[in-house]
Structures are given as C-alpha cells and as structure tokens.
C-alpha cells in the first residue's frame, strides 16, 4: 500500500471536520435563503466530485481504447462508480434545496434535466459493465459509452445562461458579479470542495485496488482450474 493511500483517508477525514464546522458554525446564513442554503456547501462540492470523475471515465477510457491496459479499464470503472455516486447525491441534495426554495421538490430545468441525463449515462456505463460480461468488445463499447457521456457536462454548465431556467448561478451571477459576495462563504466552499474531492480520490483508488486484487484471484482462479484440468 501507498503512502498516499495512508494519508488520504486522514486528509479527506480532517477536511471533512472542518469543513462541517465553517458549514454549521462559522459561515453565516443566506440573506434570502436563510440555513436551507448552507447544502449549497455540500451540493456543488458534490457536482464537481461527480465531474471530476465523469472526465477520468472518458481519460482513462481513451487510455484504454489506444493501450488495452487492463488498468486503465479498472481506472475507468472505478472513475464511474464514484462519479454516479456523486451525481446521485447531487440528485438528492438538489431538490431537498429547492422544495423550501421554488415550492416543489422537482422541475425540469434545463440543468436539472441535464443532470439526470449524464447520471442516466454512467449508470448505463456500469449496467453494461456489470451484465454485458468480460468479453472485450463490452469494455470497449462501454469505453465510447463513457467518452461520449462526458460531453453532457459542458451543456450543464452553460444551460443556467443559455437556456435560461431557474436553476441560480451561485459562484457567478448571470450579470457577472459573484454570488458569493461574503469570505467566508467563499472559504467554507473550498474547504468542503477539497474534502469531498479527497473523499472522492481515495474511493477511486480504493475501488481500482479491489478490482485489481480481483483481477488477480480471477487469474489464479482460472490457471488453478487449468492445472486441475490437465492432471486429471
């Protein structure tokens, strides 16, 4: 085991501490908004996780595509269980914002329905992986599946101003200035970004660890049944 896969538990651990206490303590409460507003510090973190992890599906993807390394496949799957992780908590945490915010639970906002569809990819992405079977073509297939599917995140982000719903722009206003306008909101955002970003790191390498040892025993598994085969 890696330092790094010491210390990243610690690391996402103690962000995660102080990031609850600049949430709960520190950080005041949104004019408008009031306390409802403060999942913001864990919703958008959560976006960015699952992000982040929807382009390391289509960069490892790629890497898997031009090599055929193995690694790159487990970096991708595991890429994809995280990020879905991640979208489905933005999923939840979203509409429990919105419910004391807009009076409903759900509405299709351009981004809001956006949203759902790059979650409904990458859960694609992993039904694939999880029944199509280990033949190869299924991981490359999978492969496009995940590439393609990062494409989704752009038109997220724009669709607040383009399409113009009513999902807010939070970090920039639609005219331009922050939507942040206090410090310590601005402080308690990054914190909270940087712990469920580490949170997210060591789930990926966690979970390509595990796939990797199961790679392994399947690898044994298999000579051990040839050896039986040939002797008997």
Partial sequence: MRVVDVLLPWLAGTLMLAALGLIFVVVPS?????????????????????????????GASVAYLATGRPAADRLAVAAAEVGVLFCSLVLVT??????????????????????VILWAIYAGYLLLRSFGGEEDA???WAAVLGIVGVLVIPVIRVSV???????????????????????????????SSAAVLALALWLVRSRVRLAALGASASRLRRELEAREGATA
Avoid: K
Wanted: net charge positive; proline share 7%; aromatic share 12%.
């Fill in 161 to 191: 101003r383009l399409l113009h719903g009513i999902h807010p722009a939070v970090l920039t206003t639609r005219e331009g200035s922050s939507g942040l306008a206090d410090p310590t909101m601005r402080l308690t955002l990054a914190v």
């Fill in 94 to 115: 979203g509409p429990i914002w919105a419910r004391p915010i807009w009076g409903v639970w759900w509405t299709w906002d351009p981004r809001l329905t956006m949203t």
């Fill in 138 to 140: 299924v991981a490359r």
């Fill in 30 to 58: 949104e004019a408008q908004m009031g306390m409802v507003q403060r999942i913001f510090y864990v919703h958008v973190p959560c976006a960015w996780a699952a992000y982040a992890g929807f382009v390391l599906v289509a």
